[in-house]
């Protein structure tokens, strides 16, 4: 199961941009990880994606993009694997 996942993270890495990606379950266990995603953060981010869904618990779950002046992370749950890609923001 983790060569699929990498393989995932190698695709999403050849998109403009993206400078890291990282694949977590809804526990916070990080599955993959490339580029500037620390494995560290795979919590925090299966928490943020966790939280957001009880904005609206009877929708599907949401993308949520993090933005500052050089950066932007998308984070997405799809099933049991929460997803977050890092990008480079152009000024």
Request: proline fraction near 3%; charge should be positive.
């Given at each position: 199961m ?7 993270i190698?695709?999403?890495?050849r ?6 990606c990282l ?11 490339s580029?500037i ?7 925090v981010?299966?928490a943020?994606?966790?939280m957001s869904?009880?904005?609206e618990p ?6 949520i ?8 992370i998308?984070i997405?749950?799809?099933d ?12």
């Amino acid at each position: 199961m983790e060569k699929g996942f990498e393989r995932q993270i190698k695709e999403l890495n050849r998109s403009k941009d993206v400078i890291g990606c990282l694949l977590t379950d809804k526990s916070g266990l990080c599955l993959a990880a490339s580029g500037i995603a620390s494995r560290t953060s795979s919590g925090v981010i299966a928490a943020i994606a966790e939280m957001s869904r009880k904005i609206e618990p009877n929708s599907k779950p949401p993308v949520i993009s993090l933005q500052n002046d050089t950066r932007q992370i998308l984070i997405h749950q799809k099933d049991n694997v929460i997803g977050a890609v890092f990008k480079e923001v152009s000024s």
